[in-house]
């Protein structure tokens, strides 16, 4: 499977930042607004609600590579036919306050009827954080034997910090960040960290093996546009981190 080339690069780089508008986000100022601070504010692409009107909407406001997600795989056929340039499989987050739990076997299920519906475009599939830690490792196994490009990780909904500030921030991540490390170890396709990420620990998770990252509240729970631009540009930032510390070593 070929990745859009300048997701290639990024990842090559390990300096993909994904930003997150939310699969069940279908309110177009709110999107509109997410997709035009990721465009200002060097993004590497969007990841939006897999519907048409939306897809339409974020290629009028931005040149970056445009992700859809759903649950729903004929929902990922129709926002493709409308021109979004690579799809997702979760992330499952907002659906667990709900109470739905998504297992190995339904997410893997999911994984091979998208493929079976959509052969040749580029495929992240979220392993679910609910699963045990060997769990997430063995699935993530089989979504790519079923055709996954991306493994994207979660797990900032389970995290309850105790402390505030910079500590609170690493304990929010330490979910995902603890997945990322050990599936990336397993697969060989690039493994996307997200929720509960922020400036602070997207460091964090290109040194455990990550080769990007998702982000989504730290952004899209912002009401002001300009603080939204700023957001991105801090985690934009926060990639040079992990490259001077690697200049030092």
Request: proline share 4%; charged share 15%; glycine share 6%.
């Amino acid at each position: 499977m070929t990745i859009h080339p300048q997701l290639q690069q990024a990842f090559d780089q390990h300096r993909v930042l994904k930003v997150i508008s939310g699969l069940n986000n279908f309110d177009a100022l709110r999107v509109a607004a997410i997709v035009k601070a990721a465009d200002r504010g060097g993004a590497t692409f969007v990841d939006i609600a897999a519907h048409p009107d939306l897809v339409l909407l974020a290629k009028g406001l931005t040149n970056l590579p445009i992700c859809v997600s759903a649950v729903d795989p004929n929902q990922l056929v129709t926002a493709v036919a409308a021109g979004a340039d690579l799809i997702e499989i979760g992330n499952f987050d907002c659906f667990y306050a709900q109470g739905k739990r998504f297992e190995a076997e339904e997410v893997l299920a999911l994984t091979q009827e998208t493929r079976s519906l959509l052969p040749n475009i580029t495929l992240s599939v979220t392993v679910p954080h609910i699963l045990t830690l060997d769990r997430q490792v063995e699935l993530a196994e089989e979504l790519v034997a079923a055709g996954a490009d991306i493994i994207q990780t979660e797990g900032g909904t389970s995290s309850n910090p105790r402390a505030a500030g910079t500590l609170g921030l690493i304990e929010k991540a330490a979910p995902t960040l603890a997945a990322a490390y050990e599936i990336s170890r397993a697969v060989s396709v690039p493994v996307l960290c997200a929720s509960g990420l922020s400036n602070v620990t997207v460091p964090m998770a290109i040194a455990a093996g990550a080769a990007g990252v998702g982000v989504g509240s730290a952004i899209n729970q912002l009401n002001d546009e300009v603080a939204m631009v700023a957001a991105v540009r801090s985690l934009v930032e926060a990639f040079f981190t992990v490259n001077a510390a690697k200049v030092l070593v």
